[in-house]
């Protein structure tokens, strides 16, 4: 009787599970799980520093290490929890155009600085072409000044 009692408890909390958009969101999202899998791992890390032997408060108040593995953590865990309010479907679309966008303009930017030829057509069309100018004078040139006599 037990055993059908737990069987049916499994049920109810697989069906559950299944209407769950949070489980379902971890379940299809690479990032979210990535997110707390590196949350995950800091705290682990975190809590074995904390827990070796020495004075707790001691070590939470001088152990860079600690702090530095506390801080992954709360990072990991703030990025699942945006990525968990955020709608799936806008926030890959967003980021993804986010992403194109940026390394188009960076590669862009590199070309500028990169390639003269590309260089000076775009400042040729945003100031306008270079004129050649040639200087031709029209005066002739005067007699040069006497030189001084020496005393």
Known sequence: MAAKDRLSRAEEAARAARGSQYLQRLIEDDELRASLMTAYAAARGAYGRLSNG????RVLLEDRKLHKQLGEAVGALRDATESLREPPARRRRGRRGMRLFALMGIASMLAIVLNEGLRSKVL????GAEEEFD????????EPAPAPVAS
Do not use: C, E, I, N
């Not at 020495?54 to 408060?57: M, N």
């Not at 040729?124 to 100031?127: C, E, G, H, K, V």
């Open 54 to 57: 020495k004075p707790a408060g």
């Open 124 to 127: 040729d069309m945003l100031f």
């Open 135 to 142: 200087y031709s004078s029209t005066t002739t040139p005067s």
